[in-house]
């Protein structure tokens, strides 16, 4: 096959040898690439064609692409969405959108550096963001040049040499055991009773009670079980259900007595206002709805919590914090660290010790105030 090349006579009389080779169209741009091979012989310009065609063939050849960090990152947001949830979509597209593509929209992605985004981090900070919403958007951006490097349209990621600030740990609060006595006392007598129940006596997510159906739900055992198989998300403007959040989030709960008194108690209550409503009534076989047997949003179970909160005269503290609540008590009440983690659905028991060492450093002081007792 006859090798095709290009020559150059230079002024002072010099020659050169060239050759291109095609990289295709810039994904993002469309734009065609291209790279130029050139030697002062042939035998060298061979020579090096055949080494950058071989990289080139075998992927290990970056072409920068041309697009700007705004045209990559819509293109990003839009390949990542069908395999996140729908929430962390939504998130990500917020930080994208509102906070790096202002900043630095117009770069080109090639032309990123380290400097751009520390000095987008210095400038959130003291506009008076909380350094644990900065790192928020250092994991985003991250995570999205990361894919950049694999899609091979930047050598390397530039967020590997920035020094993103370190998250705070969020001040989480509880109730003790007797604030969260006082709240399931006056919430008897509620509607949703058997929801804060099951709340406070499983830590399960808001997301995960409002997605949960009768067919979840196996009330014929004495004590009763219960499968989280899904939750409810918010994508991007609209409701959804879906996947619990981790692997882990797909699990079996036993329930205590009490909880499985007050579901049958709701499930009567719920058939004789199906009854009553007749055919306006909606079949999702949802545990907890409006009252229709439609969705209930999640803004009017907090709405009905703080409600709640404010006549039991206990400290209001988020919704989500009742799953801090229902961690604490148990691992304060000796129960195996293991055992909360199964139960809340994380996918690792460090992350449990880690978010209540408060309750484990008790615990270890507990246990070494008994061993000494016993060596003494």
Same mark, same amino acid.
């Given at each position: 096959?006859?090798?095709?090349?290009?020559?150059?006579?230079?002024?002072? *009389?010099?020659?050169?040898?060239?050759?291109?080779?095609?990289? *295709?169209?810039?994904?993002?741009?469309?734009?065609?690439?291209?790279?130029?091979?050139?030697?002062?012989?042939?035998?060298?310009?061979?020579?090096?064609?055949?080494?950058?065609?071989?990289?080139?063939?075998? *992927?290990?050849?970056?072409?920068?692409?041309?697009?700007?960090?705004?045209?990559?990152?819509?293109?990003?947001?839009?390949?990542?969405?069908?395999?996140?949830?729908?929430?962390?979509?939504?998130?990500?597209?917020?930080?994208?959108?509102?906070?790096?593509?202002?900043?630095?929209?117009?770069?080109?992605?090639?032309?990123? &550096?380290?400097? %751009?985004?520390?000095?987008?981090?210095?400038?959130?900070?003291? $506009?008076?963001? &909380? &350094?644990?919403?900065?790192?928020?958007?250092?994991?985003?951006?991250?995570? +999205?040049?990361?894919?950049?490097?694999?899609?091979?349209?930047? +050598?390397?990621?530039?967020?590997?040499?920035?020094?993103?600030?370190?998250?705070?740990?969020?001040?989480?609060? $509880?109730?003790?055991?007797?604030?969260?006595?006082?709240?399931?006392?006056?919430?008897?007598?509620?509607?949703?009773?058997?929801?804060?129940?099951?709340?406070?006596? $499983?830590?399960?997510?808001?997301?995960?009670?409002?997605?949960?159906?009768?067919?979840?739900?196996?009330?014929?055992?004495?004590? *009763?079980?219960?499968?989280?198989?899904?939750?409810?998300?918010?994508?991007?403007?609209?409701?959804?259900?879906?996947?619990?959040?981790?692997?882990?989030?797909?699990?079996?709960?036993?329930?205590?007595?009490?909880?499985?008194?007050?579901?049958?108690?709701?499930?009567?209550?719920?058939?004789?206002?199906?009854?009553?409503?007749?055919? =306006?009534?909606?079949?999702?076989?949802?545990?907890?709805?409006?009252?229709?047997?439609?969705?209930? %949003?999640?803004?009017?179970?907090?709405?009905?919590?703080?409600?709640?909160?404010?006549?039991?005269?206990?400290?209001?503290?988020?919704?989500?914090?009742?799953?801090?609540?229902?961690?604490?008590?148990?691992?304060?009440?000796?129960?195996?660290?293991?055992?909360?983690?199964?139960?809340?659905?994380? &996918?690792?028991?460090?992350?449990?010790?880690?978010?209540?060492?408060?309750?484990?450093?008790?615990?270890?002081?507990?246990?070494?105030?008994?061993? =000494?007792?016993?060596?003494?």
């Amino acid at each position: 096959m006859t090798f095709s090349y290009e020559t150059r006579t230079h002024k002072d *009389g010099t020659t050169t040898y060239s050759k291109t080779i095609n990289l *295709g169209n810039d994904p993002i741009t469309g734009k065609r690439r291209q790279t130029r091979i050139s030697a002062k012989t042939v035998k060298e310009l061979k020579r090096l064609y055949t080494a950058e065609l071989h990289t080139v063939q075998n *992927g290990d050849y970056y072409e920068t692409s041309n697009a700007t960090l705004a045209e990559y990152l819509k293109h990003w947001l839009g390949a990542i969405e069908p395999t996140i949830r729908p929430s962390s979509h939504r998130r990500f597209s917020e930080v994208v959108n509102g906070r790096i593509v202002p900043a630095l929209g117009n770069v080109k992605l090639a032309d990123v &550096s380290p400097l %751009h985004v520390q000095e987008l981090y210095a400038r959130c900070l003291t $506009t008076g963001l &909380s &350094s644990t919403t900065v790192a928020l958007y250092h994991n985003v951006l991250h995570r +999205a040049l990361d894919q950049a490097v694999k899609w091979r349209m930047i +050598a390397r990621n530039v967020c590997d040499a920035v020094d993103p600030p370190r998250e705070a740990n969020p001040e989480t609060k $509880t109730w003790t055991t007797d604030e969260a006595r006082s709240f399931l006392r006056l919430a008897a007598s509620d509607d949703l009773a058997a929801l804060w129940l099951l709340a406070l006596n $499983t830590g399960i997510r808001r997301g995960e009670l409002l997605a949960l159906r009768w067919q979840d739900l196996d009330l014929d055992l004495d004590r *009763g079980a219960l499968a989280i198989r899904r939750t409810l998300t918010r994508g991007t403007g609209a409701l959804t259900f879906g996947e619990p959040k981790s692997k882990a989030g797909r699990r079996s709960l036993a329930l205590p007595a009490v909880c499985v008194d007050a579901l049958r108690a709701h499930r009567v209550t719920q058939l004789e206002r199906r009854l009553s409503i007749g055919p =306006a009534w909606q079949d999702n076989d949802l545990i907890f709805e409006r009252g229709d047997g439609s969705l209930l %949003h999640p803004n009017s179970l907090l709405n009905a919590f703080f409600r709640l909160t404010a006549a039991a005269g206990v400290p209001r503290i988020r919704f989500h914090d009742l799953r801090h609540t229902a961690a604490t008590l148990m691992l304060a009440n000796g129960e195996h660290p293991k055992i909360v983690q199964e139960r809340l659905g994380h &996918s690792d028991i460090s992350m449990t010790l880690n978010r209540y060492s408060h309750v484990t450093m008790d615990m270890q002081r507990d246990a070494a105030d008994r061993l =000494a007792k016993l060596l003494s």
